[in-house]
């Protein structure tokens, strides 16, 4: 099959998920006629019609909730909030049953839903159109939160998330949507949720990391190389529930990890990382593990989103520093 | 126990006084000093030639993404004029006009839509919140901020702005709901501009008008032509005295169409014919009313080609202004993304402070050296 880039990676997973399950619905603002205001949901419309692609008035605690009611009753809906900027409307809904109603009915009503979302910077977008939450959703139990990097693991996280009998949380990182294309099969493929990937393989140091942060950490990887310096790269894909196992691999090979991601640092994904990498490989560790994210502040609006946003720089000085400590 | 009717006795009007023709209902006519009628002119014009001005920048990427709010200068400056500077002032993001006339500088509107969050700093002199993006979520606040008047024995009211789509929202429903029992002092004002993005008023909401929910919340609703300045001011005007005198809320919806897509990134085609926007472009606010001031004598056509200047020239100005600020050093200082999280910048946060302040040297140590290595060169040729 050609390359794509992401946005059709993901479109084409829904329309293959659309095809082969009639109980898939899509459903949220502007998904329908408008075919999404990134154009992930292109020709849904035109071929499954506004039964099934669903142009919802503007709410979304009840586009979450309504999720939840047809999943209840036999669909698989596929909601999709704008921008995580506008989540928090329906987090009451995510917290208080999309991530309860398995536990609460003791596996009696459980959630076969998807909740997508464009997340995180560097778009220039407008305030509120930038954010980076998936910590929130990773705190909340019973929840299972994606993040894709590229087409084609994009592709087939999508699948699983859809064939997941459980509410997942699938962030899109929208500065990769047309960042790069890649070789998708022709054939429907899934990638199982909760395994994270070492995409590139080194022995002196690891770096962690997921969705558009992941590139930093690759273009860093590549300049470190020409000083003869060897990355292992983890792509976690699953935030939660994490692939510790993965990590601590790595690290028990390499001894040094640096962690690597937009969104905030306090309670963010790289603390649960450097915790079970204590809890599972302390001995093994030459130097402390260390961050390089997002500050602990609201993402700056776009005149000053690259003070904010990790870059290669940061991550090659991180890597030094844990490296010659 | 017999099955009987509960009688509502609640009516929604419609108002329209003056139509797309300039044709005056005359026993409608609100008696406005020309003075008042010219200062509603000019902010009108100053916010319509400000947002085609930004849609230029934008086009040209002097500007980011932002919603533009041709159309709707009736709706915010017919409900503006009527409140003081110590009232307060809540807006969603359609109100420029609005603002424009309450003292937010041009060149902070630009300089907001350009990235910068020193462009949301209200202006001292008003009681003023800034735009609000995430819908509906301001209403509350125009709420609490009414509630507060109510326990300080204040005699303020509250002005506040929302769209058709926002009447989807929990947050729109619990504000109503929260005003009206707490009789808060607030005008909500709703811009019905009949699309949210791409989604229809008929897909928004299944009855006939957005007035109609005051019913439901036992206070005054009414609709009018949202492109008739003159109906906008007497409908919020009779709200803001009915709140100012302990009457508690109202809802004013002003039925108008949005002339432009919903943001630069934004294209209607998809979803709506220009046929549509054709026809409601001959009912647009501005010409209406410019008729209507110079078939009042208030203002010759000289005296509005003389404002169009004057406008002209304060539009200049501030892309100017707010192009050279965008420059300065005050604003391009990166600590500014920090410092204003907390009154006092925490340990923790100090650190992440002076990691910027590390990443900023290795930049600009970066950057001299390019220099240095660029004047060798030119030296050298």
Known sequence: ?325 | MPRTVIEIAQKIEYLSILDENANLDKSLEPDIPAEQLKTMYKYMLLGRRTDERMLKMQRQGRLGTFPQSAGHEAISMGSVINIKKDDWHVPAYRELAGMLYRGWPIENIILFWNGFEEGTRPPEEVNDLPICVPIASQLPHAVGIGMAMNIKKEKNVVMTYFGDGATSEGDCHEALNFASVFKAPVVFVCLNNQYAISVPLERQMACETVAQKAIAYNMPGIRVDGNDVLAVYVATKEAVDRARAGGGPSLIEGLTYRLTPHTTADDPKRYRSDATTDEWMKKEPLIRFAKYLQNKGVMSAKDLEDMEVEVDTLVKAAVTKAEEMAKSEELLNPYNIIDHVFADVPQFLQEQRDELGEYMKRENDRKAKKNAKKSETGALS
């Open chain 1, 1 to 325: 099959m050609a390359e794509i880039n992401m946005a059709k990676a993901i479109n084409l997973a829904l329309h293959e998920a659309m095809d082969r399950d009639q109980r898939v619905v899509v459903m949220g603002e502007d998904v329908g006629q408008d075919e999404g205001v990134f154009r992930i949901t292109e020709g849904l419309f035109a071929k499954y019609g506004d039964e099934r692609v669903i142009d919802t008035p503007l709410a979304e605690a009840a586009i979450v909730g309504t999720a939840i009611g047809m999943s209840i009753n036999g669909l698989k809906p596929i909601c999709e909030i704008q921008f995580t900027g506008f989540d928090y409307y329906a987090f009451h809904q995510v917290e208080g049953h999309a991530s309860r109603f398995r536990n609460r009915t003791r596996g009696r009503i459980h959630l076969p839903m998807v909740m997508r979302m464009p997340y995180g910077g560097g778009i220039r977008a407008l305030e509120h159109h930038s954010e980076s939450r998936e910590a929130y959703y990773a705190h909340t139990p019973g929840l299972k939160v994606v993040i894709p990097s590229g087409p084609r693991n994009a592709r087939a996280l999508l699948h699983s998330a859809i064939q997941d009998p459980d509410p997942v949380i699938y962030l899109e990182p929208k500065a990769c949507y047309r960042l790069f294309r890649e070789e998708v099969p022709d054939q429907m493929e899934t990638l199982p949720i909760g395994q994270a990937h070492v995409i590139r393989e080194g022995e002196d140091i690891t770096l962690v990391s997921y969705g558009a942060s992941l590139r930093a950490a690759i273009e860093a990887a590549e300049e470190l190389e020409e000083e003869n310096i060897h990355c292992e790269i983890v792509d976690l894909l699953t935030v939660s529930p994490m692939d510790h196992l993965t990590v601590v691999k790595s690290v028990k090979k390499t001894g040094r990890c640096v962690i690597v991601h937009e969104g905030q640092r306090n309670c963010g994904i790289g603390s649960e990382v450097v915790a079970r990498i204590n809890e599972h490989a302390f001995l093994y560790l030459e130097a402390p593990i260390k961050r390089v994210t997002g500050f602990d502040i609201p993402i700056p609006y776009f005149s000053k989103e690259r003070y904010y946003l990790p870059d290669a720089e940061r991550v090659i000085v991180a890597c030094k520093e844990t490296l010659n400590f």
